[in-house]
T-cell receptor, first 114, second 114 residues
Framework: KNQVEQSPQSLIILEGKNCTLQ??????????LRWYKQDTGRGPVSLTIMTFSENTKSNGRYTATLDADTKQSSLHITASQLSDSASYICVVRMLSGGYNKLIFGAGTRLAVHP | IAGITQAPTSQILAAGRRMTLRCTQD?????MYWYRQDLGLGLRLIHY???????GKGEVPDGYSVSRANTDDFPLTLASAVPSQTSVYFCASSGDESSYNEQFFGPGTRLTVL
């Protein structure tokens, strides 16, 4: 079954600290993986996209990694800010299969406290 | 700039009533989608449209219908609402269905069916 599992479900950190969110997937065939940020009461916004051949990609203080062999991805947030408080969703796209192509994880809810 | 707008922002509805959720995008995107987001679950695709005049069923289409009369609008209709349709509904769009095109999400409609 094509699944995307994220951990932890929720996380609380202090402002200025780093954190890493995990995403494991069993989606096949794999096309790409996106990390989205979803602020409370808003729609998800893309942070980064990873393809099969990419291991690391950064977007400011966000760094995503991908290990296609173990089917794992991580999102590392450096020097967290209060505005990083949000849900982070891992989304894997299948290479084929009609329009049911995106498999969404349930998200990790991050709270950054002062 | 608006991107994607959804209306209403929230709605409380009696079971058995008919309801249409509106979605409009101004990016001239060909593809549009409707998702529902439930606590503890990833977003699930309800219906999609890859171009004006065509629609297709997603993962959870039962109880919902859509139409795509033009490029900009993609309304979602609940013909006879049931409590299990209580959810947050997100409309999204992308330039086309190519693998690397980002889906842009609207702000969501929170629907409660009593």
């Amino acid at each position: 079954k094509n699944q995307v599992e994220q951990s932890p479900q929720s996380l609380i950190i202090l402002e200025g600290k780093n954190c890493t969110l995990q995403c494991n997937y069993t989606v096949s065939p794999f096309s790409n993986l996106r990390w989205y940020k979803q602020d409370t009461g808003r729609g998800p916004v893309s942070l980064t996209i990873m393809t099969f051949s990419e291991n690391t990609k950064s977007n400011g203080r966000y760094t995503a990694t991908l290990d296609a062999d173990t089917k794992q991805s991580s999102l590392h947030i450096t020097a967290s800010q209060l505005s990083d408080s949000a849900s982070y969703i891992c989304v894997v796209r299948m290479l084929s299969g009609g329009y049911n192509k995106l498999i969404f994880g349930a998200g990790t809810r991050l709270a950054v406290h002062p | 700039i608006a991107g994607i707008t959804q209306a209403p922002t929230s709605q409380i509805l009696a079971a058995g009533r008919r309801m249409t959720l509106r979605c409009t995008q101004d990016m001239r995107h060909n593809a549009m989608y409707w998702y529902r987001q439930d606590l503890g679950l990833g977003l699930r695709l309800i219906h999609y449209s890859n171009t004006a005049g065509t629609t297709g069923k997603g993962e959870v289409p039962d109880g919902y219908s859509v139409s795509r009369a033009n490029t900009d609008d993609f309304p979602l209709t609940l013909a006879s609402a049931v409590p299990s349709q209580t959810s947050v509904y997100f409309c999204a769009s992308s330039g086309d269905e190519s693998s690397y095109n980002e889906q842009f999400f609207g702000p969501g409609t929170r629907l409660t069916v009593l």
